[in-house]
Nanobody, 124 residues
């Protein structure tokens, strides 16, 4: 069982930066692949980024590639999403999620645990 709590969201102007945090409970955090997803009003939840259990491999949606960086610190049970050059279209609730090691992907159904989300709003 893994419980996830996101933080770090807020209001930022276009071109600005934010760093999101996802704190996980449980001693098995390091065995999970972790992902970030987002959901804008009226839209479906979409994949943003994921990182493998070891931190050795990352993947990004094309819309954020080169602007966002996912990382993790297994000693702190925390996964991060550093966001640069934010755009109004990045406005959404951002969720972190945990998938069994080796199964993390761009598909939400492969993630067993989800946080409650943190709001990111980018003004133009």
């Amino acid at each position: 069982q893994v419980q996830l709590v996101e933080s770090g969201g807020g209001l930022v102007q276009a071109g600005g930066s934010l760093r999101l945090f996802c704190a996980a409970s449980g001693r098995t955090f390091s065995s999970y692949d972790m992902g970030w997803f987002r959901q804008a009003p009226g839209k479906e939840r979409e994949f943003v980024a994921r990182i493998t259990w070891s931190g050795g491999n990352t993947a990004y949606d094309d819309s954020v590639k080169g602007r966002f960086t996912i990382s993790r610190d297994n000693a702190k049970n925390t996964v991060y999403l550093q966001m640069f050059s934010l755009k109004p279209e990045d406005t959404a609730v951002y969720y972190c999620a945990a998938a069994k090691g080796g199964y993390g992907s761009a598909f939400a159904f492969q993630y067993s645990y989800w946080g409650q989300g943190t709001q990111v709003t980018v003004s133009s």
